[in-house]
Structures are given as structure tokens and as C-alpha cells.
């Protein structure tokens, strides 16, 4: 079972490659604020205020529909390798 996880961990480690999705986090973001609201401005910090917050709100949204189809991609290769390996 160790070695399933392992694998399973690994597999969506590589989907969601954050190089690779750093362009559409950027866009999702840079429509969302301001260039100046965004400029030293931690990602992590927009969620701890108020009025930064609502406004990201849609964003959860937005960032999903990136990630979603890359976790079921993977959720479905890990049914199939439990269906066909000793993993059962």
C-alpha cells in the first residue's frame, strides 16, 4: 500500500507542476488585482484581508477549472493501476 501512495503522491505532484501552471495562476491573478495591489504583495497575505479577500473571491473558481481536470486525470490513471496491479 506504501508504494501506491508513493506513486499516487508522485503522479500528482507532476500534474500539478506549478511551472507549468504559473502562467495561468499569474493571468487568473493579474485580472483579479491591480498592478499595485500585486507589487510586494504576497498571495497568502490577499487572503488574510477583508476587502482583498472578497475580491479574490472568484478566483477559487478560476484556479479550479486549472486544476481539476490535471487531478482527475491522475484520480483515473490510479483506479485503473489499483483495478490491474497487486494493489487490490
Not at 504559473?22 to 488574510?48: C, N
Not at 476587502?51 to 483515473?76: D, F, S, T, W, Y
Amino acid at each position: 500500500m506504501v508504494d501506491f501512495q508513493k506513486k499516487v503522491i508522485a503522479e500528482m505532484m507532476s500534474a500539478m507542476n506549478f511551472s507549468e501552471m504559473k502562467g495561468d495562476v499569474a493571468k487568473i491573478y493579474s485580472e483579479t488585482f491591480s498592478k499595485e495591489q500585486l507589487t510586494g504583495l504576497a498571495v497568502s497575505s490577499i487572503h488574510r484581508r477583508p476587502g482583498l479577500h472578497r475580491q479574490a473571491a472568484g478566483n477559487r473558481e478560476k484556479m479550479n477549472a486549472i486544476m481539476m481536470p490535471k487531478i482527475m486525470a491522475v484520480m483515473r490513471r490510479c483506479s485503473r493501476w489499483r483495478r490491474t496491479s497487486r494493489w487490490r
